[in-house]
């Protein structure tokens, strides 16, 4: 009655027909079983004023460390699958926002309200922010990110790891509480448990390091026991147990300069690359790679004459020295 009142027998009609408005007490605009796009773009802008001019809508303000992870790997993913620069503009940005907030010392904030920290960051904030970490690195292949995730790594299981399989809630200097928990739930959105399990899997396999292969191990090996009890309860787990288990690609692109790199990452982009993890090194950031990801030491840089070296499994071809040989196989 109200939307007829303010819009007219017509124009009421036809917007609640088109947004599901039909019924006494049915009152949440939807689009569901709706066909065809658009709507007359001047009701909507009627419907809005009159909704604005009854009174302010009220927003949480708060910024969840975790959620924003979440986004940060959305967009992330979204330039690198879609090639669209603004999207990976997008993660960064909200990145380095969220992360001068959120960062003090060795320790994150579970999130921020009106440009301060907000409490004690519990698992899963840590676990989502280097995910989010690792998929900006996955569309830029700046190897500062990667840095950036290992070190957070490195705190997440030095924070949360303890007795057993799998990493506390709460990190080791938290606050004391009765029971110490371990979340192992995937519910609408992946438990602490999940997403560090599978952010340790990526780290293993881009670095190759020992102790990653280690962590990543007992973190699937927690999640196997989690499954085995109710796999229903554990649905992104079980997602990380099968990546752990099936065999996986890696792409080392050694190339010389800027104009390399560029048409590399050109070539990289738009492509699916599932399960696939990828290095480029170049003369810039050779050192530090070598730091974090020791095995890039043995490919030499060499002027003028790129080398890409991709592997299946136990399987690698033979390099190649061109972006179009490359080209052949992604």
């Known amino acids: 009655d109200e939307l007829l009142d303010a819009l007219g027998e017509s124009d009421g009609t036809a917007f609640c027909r088109r947004f599901n408005i039909m019924n006494e007490g049915e009152h949440v605009p939807n689009l569901i079983g709706q066909v065809g796009d658009g709507f007359d773009e001047e009701i909507i802008s009627r419907v809005y004023a009159y909704r604005k001019a009854s009174g302010t809508l009220f927003r949480d303000e708060k910024m969840l460390t975790a959620g924003n992870g979440m986004m940060i790997s959305a967009f992330a993913a979204a330039a690198r699958v879609l090639g669209e620069p603004k999207y990976l503009k997008a993660a960064m940005k909200a990145q380095q926002y969220l992360g001068d907030i959120i960062k003090s010392g060795d320790r994150l904030a579970a999130g921020a309200f009106e440009g301060a920290p907000l409490g004690g960051g519990l698992l899963r904030d840590y676990a989502f922010y280097i995910q989010g970490l690792l998929d900006i690195y996955n569309a830029c292949y700046d190897v500062e990110y990667l840095k950036e995730a290992i070190k957070w790594g490195e705190i997440m299981l030095r924070s949360f790891e303890g007795e057993g399989h799998g990493l506390y809630m709460t990190p080791a200097d938290g606050e004391a509480l009765i029971v110490r928990p371990k979340d192992s739930f995937d519910g609408a959105s992946p438990c602490g448990n999940s997403v560090a399990g599978a952010v340790l899997l990526r780290l293993a396999r881009l670095t190759r390091e020992s102790r990653w292969e280690l962590a990543a191990k007992r973190q699937v090996e927690y999640l196997a026991e989690v499954t085995a009890k109710n796999e229903l309860m554990n ?96």
């Open 235 to 330: 649905t992104y787990g079980l997602r990380v147990q099968m990546d752990f288990l099936n065999s996986y690609s890696q792409l080392l692109c050694v190339v010389s300069d800027e104009e390399e790199q560029g048409k590399t990452i050109e070539l990289l982009r738009g492509k699916p690359l599932i399960n696939t993890e990828v290095i480029i090194k170049y003369t810039d950031n050779g050192v530090s790679l070598q730091r974090i990801a020791p095995f890039t030491a043995e490919y030499e840089i060499v002027s003028g004459s790129p080398r890409y070296y991709l592997c299946h499994g136990e399987k690698c071809l033979a390099p190649m020295d061109s972006p179009d040989q490359l080209a052949k196989y992604l």
